[in-house]
C-alpha cells in the first residue's frame, strides 16, 4: 500500500496514529516487565491500517520523526497510569537513528512530560547500522547518556554481525520470531535460539524471544534460559485503555501455572486427566523434604521448589534467571567444581558440604551440613542442557550422631566410674549373669574373700563348690543368694554361710545378694555383696554349737 504525503500529513494533524501496547512478559514468573509500542493507523474510512502497510510510505515521506514524536507523545501520557517498574519499548528506523537530533528530540519530551528515561527502550534492526556505523554509533551513545536502553531487533535475520553486538552499547536483544516460530519442530530453529541466547547471555545482555504463540515455544525458552517474551500467547497489542486491565491478570500460560491450575481442578473433584501428571509431579516437586532445583548450562536457576527457597531465605521468583553466584544459598566456590563435572555428563551423588540454612524463627541464616547431589540433564541430541541439583539438610542426622558419641562417652566414664567405686569396695562384688550364673566382673576383695580367681567366665557355683549353712548342712548351689537372684529373680540378705575355699581354708561369710533386670524388665543376671565375718553372728554360733565349726566331711 502507498499512501500520498498529503494523507499521512493530515493523519498526523488528526492524529490518527496511536500508539499499541504488546507486553514483554518475563518467562519464568509470567510478569509483564515491559510494553513493546507498535504504531496504529485509525483511519476513519479503512478502520485500522497495520504498520507494515503505511511505514514504508511514512519513511519514504520522511515523516518518520513526526511519527515518533505522535507515539511517544500518546506514551508518555499512558505511562502515568502504569507502575514505574514497567518500560516501554520504541522501534526507531534506520533513518533515524543517522539523525543527530533523535536523542534531544526524545530528551525533551520525555522531561517535558515527566517520564523517566530509564523506562524507555530504543529498539534498532541492524540495517541502521550498515549505512554509517559511526553516526549511528554517536547517536545510539546520546540516547544511552539519557538513561535510554538500547535493543537489538529481529536478531538473527540479515546481518547478525557479531562486531555490530560489540560495536554499539546494547542492552537486550531480540531473537527474532521466524526462529520461535520453528523452534518446536526444527532443531536447526532450537539451536540458532540456544546459540542467540547464550551469546546475549554471555555479553551480559537481556534476550526477548518474539513471536511465542504456543506453550511448548516459551516452554523450551525457558529450556535455554530466555529472560523474556513477547507474542500472541500472552497478548496482542492492545490500544492505552486497556492497559490497566492487561496489567491486572495473569496472562501466561507456562506449564507450571497449567499444574496448578489442573491441581486446583482436580482439588474440586473434576476428573483424573493426563495432564495432572504435570500437576502430581509439580507437587511432589515442591512437596519435596529436599531442596531441588534444575541450573543451565550458564549455571543459572530455570527452577527451583519451594524448599530450596526456604532454605535460602528467599523467594522463588527472586532465584529464577540469575546465577549461582548472584543468589545467596550455596556456597558457590565449594559447589562449582561438582557442577561442572556434571556439566561434563557425570552424575555426582552425595557431597556433604559445610553451608548455612535460612532459619524464619532467627531471621537469620545458621551452619548447617549438606547433602547435595548433581544430576547432568541431556537434550534429545544427547548435549548437556542443564543440571538438577538436590541439597538435603542433614544437620539433624550429624547432630544425633554427635549426642550419640556424646552419650557413649558419657557412659564411658560412668561405667569407669562405677568400676573405680567397685574396685574399691571393702566388700567382695560378684556380677553374674543369668541363668547359668557365669561371672560378669568381680573386684578384687571377692577374690581374696572367695580365695579363688574370679575372672569374668568363671562359674560361680564351681566357686561355691563346698559350703555349708548354719545348721551345718550341705548348701547346694541353686540355694545359695546370687544363684537364686539369677534364676528366680530372689533378693536375699546377710545369709551366713560357711564357706570351704580351693586351699582348704574355711570362713564365715554373709551374702547379700539381688537381681537386676533389662530395661524392658527381663531377668538379666545378679549381683552379690560378699562379707567376710570375723566372727560369726550369735546366731550361728548358737546353731551350729561351736566357735571351731567344722562342716561335716562331704
Ligand atoms: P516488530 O518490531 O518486529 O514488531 C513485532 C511485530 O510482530 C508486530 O507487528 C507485532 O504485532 C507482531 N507480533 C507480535 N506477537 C506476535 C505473534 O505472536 N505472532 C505474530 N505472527 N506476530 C506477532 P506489527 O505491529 O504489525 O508491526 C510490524 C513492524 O512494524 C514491527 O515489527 C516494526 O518493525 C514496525 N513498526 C511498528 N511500529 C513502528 C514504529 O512506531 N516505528 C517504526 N520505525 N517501526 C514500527
Ligand atoms: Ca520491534
Ligand atoms: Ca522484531
Known amino acids: 500500500m502507498r499512501f500520498s504525503k498529503d494523507d499521512l500529513v493530515s493523519a498526523l494533524r488528526r492524529d490518527e496514529f496511536v500508539p499499541y501496547f504488546q507486553p514483554l512478559v518475563e518467562l519464568r514468573s509470567s510478569q509483564v516487565e515491559a510494553f513493546e509500542v507498535l504504531a496504529r493507523w485509525l483511519n476513519p474510512s479503512v478502520g485500522v491500517i497495520a504498520p507494515d502497510d503505511f511505514i514504508p510510505s511514512i519513511e519514504e515521506h520522511g515523516l518518520i520523526n513526526d511519527l515518533t514524536i505522535c507515539l511517544l507523545r500518546n506514551t508518555f501520557v499512558a505511562a502515568c497510569d502504569v507502575p514505574d517498574r514497567i518500560s516501554f519499548s520504541v522501534n526507531v528506523s534506520p533513518a533515524q537513528l543517522h539523525d543527530r537530533r533523535l536523542p534531544s528530540m526524545i530528551a525533551g519530551m520525555a522531561a517535558e512530560a515527566g517520564f523517566d528515561l530509564r523506562r524507555l527502550t530504543v529498539e534498532l534492526t541492524e540495517s541502521a547500522l550498515l549505512e554509517d556505523l559511526t553516526l549511528a554509533g554517536g547517536v545510539a551513545a546520546e540516547l544511552k547518556t539519557h538513561g535510554i536502553k538500547l535493543a537489538l531487533d529481529d536478531f538473527g535475520t540479515g546481518y547478525s554481525s557479531l562486531s555490530h553486538l560489540q560495536a554499539l552499547p546494547f542492552d537486550e536483544i531480540k531473537v527474532d520470531s521466524s526462529f520461535v516460530r520453528t523452534m518446536v519442530q526444527s532443531r536447526q530453529s532450537r539451536k540458532i535460539t540456544s546459540a542467540v541466547v547464550s551469546l546475549g547471555h554471555s ?25 523474556l517474551a513477547q507474542g500472541w500467547l500472552y497478548e496482542r497489542a492492545i490500544p492505552a485503555d486497556r492497559l490497566k486491565e492487561v496489567l491486572s491478570r495473569q496472562l501466561h500460560v507456562s506449564a507450571q501455572s497449567q499444574a496448578d491450575a489442573e491441581r486446583k481442578e482436580k482439588d474440586h473433584g473434576l476428573g483424573n486427566r493426563p495432564m495432572d501428571r504435570a500437576s502430581q509431579l ?10 531441588l532445583c534444575y541450573v543451565d548450562t550458564e549455571l543459572r536457576y530455570v527452577s527451583l521448589n519451594q524448599r530450596l527457597a526456604e532454605m535460602h531465605g528467599i523467594s522463588v521468583e527472586a532465584h529464577l534467571g540469575r546465577k549461582l553466584s548472584e543468589v545467596p544459598g550455596f556456597p558457590f566456590e565449594e559447589v562449582e567444581p561438582y557442577l561442572r563435572r556434571s556439566l561434563a555428563g557425570e552424575a555426582v551423588s552425595a557431597v556433604e558440604i559445610n553451608a548455612s540454612t535460612y532459619d524464619p524463627g532467627l531471621a537469620a541464616s545458621t551452619p548447617a551440613t549438606m547433602l547435595l547431589s548433581y544430576q547432568p540433564a541431556h537434550d534429545e541430541a544427547g548435549e548437556v542442557v ?8 542433614i544437620s539433624a542426622v550429624r547432630q544425633s550422631e554427635q549426642k550419640l558419641l556424646t ?45 579363688c580367681d574370679l575372672s569374668p567366665g568363671t562359674s560361680w557355683s564351681q566357686v561355691v563348690r563346698q559350703a555349708f549353712d548354719s545348721e551345718g548342712f550341705s548348701l547346694l548351689p541353686e540355694n ?41 524388665g527381663l531377668l538379666k543376671g545378679g549381683v552379690v555383696v560378699v562379707q567376710e565375718l570375723d566372727q560369726p553372728s550369735p546366731s550361728a554360733f548358737q546353731r551350729s554349737g561351736c566357735v571351731d565349726y567344722e562342716a561335716p566331711a562331704a
Do not use: F
Open 203 to 227: 555479553l551480559g545482555l537481556r534476550t526477548v524471544a518474539e513471536g511465542v504463540e504456543e506453550a511448548s515455544q516459551a516452554e523450551l525458552l525457558i529450556w535455554h534460559g530466555c529472560n
Open 282 to 291: 509439580r507437587a511432589i516437586y515442591d512437596g519435596a523434604p529436599v531442596g
Open 386 to 393: 542443564g543440571v538438577s541439583i538436590s541439597v538435603a539438610d
Open 407 to 451: 552419650t557413649a562417652e558419657a557412659l564411658r566414664d560412668s561405667e569407669a566410674q562405677l568400676r573405680a567405686i567397685i574396685d574399691a569396695a571393702p566388700s567382695g562384688i560378684v556380677v553374674a549373669e543369668g541363668p547359668t550364673g557365669t561371672i560378669i566382673s568381680a573386684n578384687p576383695r571377692a577374690e581374696m574373700i572367695m580365695g
Open 480 to 520: 545359695m543368694p546370687l544363684l537364686r537372684a539369677v534364676c528366680h529373680g530372689e533378693s536375699s540378705k546377710n545369709v551366713e554361710i560357711y564357706h570351704r575355699r580351693q586351699d582348704g581354708s574355711a570362713r564365715w561369710l554373709s551374702l547379700s545378694a539381688s537381681p537386676y533386670y533389662s530395661e524392658d
